[in-house]
């Protein structure tokens, strides 16, 4: 029998560390894009801000909008104030965005940039290790 070599796709492609904020999700409000902003430029600042990572930091702005809209909300109970802020608070944790937690979060081991330079230089060192 032949046993087949397969990669993952997390084998064959290292992260990617964003360099430019990326665009919000449409359906983003203006204090959620803003939100957005803010987060997406400290992740950048500290070199851990990657396209998967986006997906999170979306998770953390809803929730968080959330949040601030159930306080502003007088029907909405203490449990469900209480239950998004944990949410968002944790989602916040796995970003690095606590004081606490910033030193925690590194970038990712092997990342390289997303500028022209840093990819082609990415392409020549791999096709050197085949």
Same mark, same amino acid.
């Given at each position: 029998?032949?046993?087949?070599?397969?990669?993952?796709?997390?084998?064959?492609?290292?992260?990617?560390?964003?360099?430019? $904020?990326?665009?919000?999700? %449409?359906?983003?409000?203006?204090?959620?894009?803003?939100?957005? %902003?803010?987060?997406?430029?400290?992740? $950048?600042?500290?070199?851990?801000?990657?396209?998967?990572?986006?997906?999170?930091?979306?998770?953390?702005?809803?929730?968080?909008?959330?949040?601030?809209?159930?306080?502003?909300?007088?029907?909405?109970?203490?449990?469900?104030?209480?239950?998004?802020?944990?949410?968002?608070?944790?989602?916040?944790?796995?970003?690095?965005?606590?004081?606490?937690?910033?030193? %925690?979060?590194?970038?990712?081991?092997?990342?390289?940039?997303?500028?022209?330079?840093?990819?082609?230089?990415?392409?020549?060192?791999?096709?050197?290790?085949?």
């Amino acid at each position: 029998m032949r046993k087949s070599k397969r990669t993952t796709p997390a084998e064959k492609q290292e992260a990617i560390v964003l360099s430019e $904020i990326p665009k919000p999700p %449409k359906k983003f409000s203006a204090e959620a894009r803003s939100l957005w %902003k803010t987060i997406c430029s400290e992740l $950048i600042a500290r070199r851990t801000l990657t396209k998967a990572a986006t997906f999170t930091v979306e998770q953390f702005c809803v929730l968080t909008i959330a949040g601030r809209e159930a306080m502003r909300d007088k029907k909405a109970n203490y449990s469900q104030r209480l239950s998004l802020v944990r949410e968002a608070r944790l989602l916040g944790e796995s970003l690095g965005l606590s004081p606490s937690a910033q030193g %925690k979060v590194r970038p990712p081991a092997g990342a390289i940039g997303d500028s022209a330079d840093d990819l082609r230089f990415n392409e020549i060192v791999n096709e050197g290790s085949n």
